[in-house]
């Protein structure tokens, strides 16, 4: 078959003169930088079109649902978050009720804005001694759908940012059993289809739509991710639709180029090209297993909290019962190694492999932990260690109004301090994960109030308050 970036390799290299948009007209010289300007084109003959594909790009999108193994498969060149709102609108109707886990991203909450709906939220346990989110277990999901008759999807992040997967098979028996469909937010593990290193993807598990970022996990540009549709439980009529309207009508021939590409050299060499990736990281892993302080995240959180699997591939680093923060060990590795990690939190770093790691950045990652791990002024004593509380990264907060009747009531901006008690008006996340902290609708807490203080005071990452200081927030007006 002809594959997309191929043609586009191709064409490049043609001299067809183009009066059609981009206005750089496939010249390079038009601006200042190092930019792929000879293969950046529009819906032109031969090149299919995204949102009505006949052609080329349709056979893409085949391909990727082959390799899979879903009936159909989406691209998204509006990442996941595209996806994500596509999905959730083609199982709930408008203002309908949908049951989500409240650690989803926030791209599930702002469909629940756009659409109107009624979230019911369930909760993750929580692996109090990680200070992580766990899984979410069958039997919290049937507890739920049995006191809510009129939900109309489910929505679940698995695994989560850090790399937690829950029971999928379980919960899609749960959800088959009310006749409604199962959402999967599955974008850290486009690559689980490759190795049986790696938990199972949901795609083979039972969930009904499956959304996955290539680009997180696999060799894909940013902003690449796909939608499978995995039954007849969901109409592919509606995704088209929302897929449609979600998306950009001048979708980046790069950006779906790269997606095809990386489809066909997962198709072609995946097999071998994680083979020699997880013999790698397997060694990775027994060499930072052996460290006293910094302690690595291993598959012995299984059976915990709910966690059903674990993705081997998320380095997680905790600096509990040490010197460092999280914030800190993130620094010390950036300035001091010159590595840069995925993500900070509270207590743990975040390092993410993939199948395009080299091994020589491996070893400089094992290198640079086992140098910060001999380090003595790593040490406390016993008894400072009670500085470091057991805080669970996810408060149970009260809903008293829902997200859109919230962002769209009249609006009064109040000092962070004075607004405990209050009903919040906007969205509060730490960043990365952009999961929110805060949901708007949902009332303020003095604990919420602490949290944000002690995050801003690590040099944490607080984002969604329309006042950057972070010092007000906006509360629903009396």
Known sequence: MDRLYKELEKYSQKDDYPFHMPGHK???????????????????????????????????QKAAADLYGSLECFFSINGSTAALLAAISSCVKKGGQILMARNCHKAVYHAVYLRELKPVYIYPHIEHELGINGGITPSRIKRVLEA????????????????????????ARIAKEYNIPLIVDEAHGAHFRFSDYFPVSAVELGADIVVQSL?????????TAVLHRCSDRVSGDAIRRFMGIYQSSSPSYILMASMDACIDKMARDGESMFLDFTDNLKKVRERLEKCRNIRLGTADMIGNAGIFDFDRSKLLFFTKGTSLTGRKLHEILRREFHLQMEMESEHYVIAITSVGDTEEGLHRLCDAIEEIDRRQSLKIKEEENDIFQEISPYMQMKQ???IAEAMESPLKRCPLEESIGKISAEFVYLYPPGIPILVPGEQITGQFVRNVRRYMEQGLDVQGLSDYSNKTICIVGE
Request: hydrophobic share 35%; proline share 6%.
């Open 215 to 223: 680009h997180k996990t696999l060799p894909s540009m940013t902003q």
């Open 148 to 171: 809510n008759s009129g939900i109309e999807a489910i929505i679940i992040t698995s695994p989560t940012y850090d790399g937690v997967v829950s029971d999928i098979a379980g919960i």
């Open 400 to 402: 008293m109004m829902g």
């Open 26 to 60: 496939r010249n390079s010289y038009s601006v200042d930088g190092k930019f792929p300007f000879d293969r950046d084109i529009t819906e032109i003959e031969g090149f299919d079109n995204l949102h009505h594909p006949e052609g080329i790009i349709k056979d893409a």
